[in-house]
């Protein structure tokens, strides 16, 4: 670790703010963010007082290799044998976080089209339904079908074309890596800073996802005629659409940090995890996929196939739950 992420380590241990450590310190609250972004480093006065508040040692604060002992099993995670690791410098994380930044949304539509995919055929095969406005039962899901795949093509080219871009920084998510001097502490100043928005943004998601089939049940229990209703399930698929594109176009962002932070899901011990489970999740998201389209052609009852995703995707958080812990208890 770097003097950067220590001082943010032992004041985060002690239970501090920025302001209340500066306040101890005798400097300003902007000094302490940026001695944590490896933005400047305190004088010797500073470092002296540091190493009294914390409890800790000059050298333990000054030298990068040393660990304070009592923390010494949160490092342990890694192999117990010595490991040739990549470095990730500082211009390497700045060129991996301002791309994920300018591709993430580019993602977030496609995984949009792919949502909306199937709107314009409900609709259409609604509206034929009703028998009004010439449009017959062939017509509709002719037009509609049309729009599908037109969605899925444009999905797919953003996904191959955009995902290909980050193929170099692929192993930040998979493989171990090292740090090097600053890029630590620039991450954990960029998370602390980005959270509000973050937060806003999962907030957002969370409530179009839920709120947006709130107009489906009043629709259904009110019995209202049934092109309405049809209408309700569109609207519902473009509020889940919407809500997915800001986790991953704007809360995706946050995951960037916590990938170089090696944070959360991506631990040394989370990426083995997910590296074994890897081949269970392509086969379970194929084969849901399949009977996806596979009921949706037979019934052509596309304004209800939809709950397909929905089930499979809470049905998938528990089968990857399961999964772990047996993967867990082999190792």
């Known amino acids: 670790m770097i003097l950067a992420d220590k ?39 500073k470092i002296l007082k540091l190493a009294e508040l914390f409890g800790v040692s000059t050298d333990y604060l000054l030298k990068d290799e040393l660990e304070p002992e009592g923390n010494a099993s949160n490092y ?32 977030g539509i496609g995984v949009f089209l792919c949502i909306t995919c199937p709107v314009l055929l409900i609709f259409l095969a609604g509206l034929s339904e009703t028998g009004k406005f010439g449009i017959n039962e062939k017509t509709a899901v002719a037009l509609g079908l049309i729009a599908l795949f037109a969605h899925i093509g444009v999905a797919v080219y953003l996904f191959i074309s955009n995902s290909g871009k980050l193929r170099k920084y692929e192993f930040l998510e998979k493989e171990d890596f090292e ?86 899901d991506y631990t040394s011990r989370a990426k ?37 995703w929905a089930v499979s995707g809470v049905f998938f958080a528990l089968v990857r739950a399961i999964a772990a812990t047996i993967v867990g208890d082999k190792k």
């Open 76 to 107: 342990m995670e890694r192999s117990d044998i010595e490991r040739n690791v990549t470095k990730v410098s500082l211009e390497d994380a700045n060129e991996y976080i301002e791309l994920r930044k300018a591709l993430l949304p580019k993602i």
């Open 179 to 264: 740090t090097e001097y600053g890029v630590d502490g620039m991450a954990r100043a960029r998370l602390e800073e980005y959270e509000p928005t973050n937060s806003r943004a999962l907030v957002t998601g969370v409530l179009l996802c839920v709120l947006g089939v709130v107009p489906l049940v009043i629709c259904s229990v009110m019995e209202l005629p049934q092109i309405i209703i049809i209408s309700t399930v569109c609207l519902l698929l473009f509020a889940v659409a919407c809500g997915v594109y800001m986790f991953v176009a704007i809360c995706g962002i946050t995951t960037s940090y916590k990938i170089l932070l090696q944070m959360d």
């Open 7 to 45: 001082i943010i380590n032992e004041r985060k241990k002690n239970g501090w703010s920025q302001e209340e450590l500066a306040d101890m310190l005798g400097v300003s609250r902007q000094s302490v963010s940026k001695w944590e972004g490896a933005q400047s480093v305190p004088d010797l006065q």
């Open 272 to 308: 083995r995890t997910n590296d074994r489970l890897e081949p269970l999740t392509r086969a379970y998201w194929l084969l849901i996929t399949a009977v996806y389209l596979a009921v949706s052609f037979l019934t052509m009852r596309w304004d209800r196939t939809w709950i397909i």
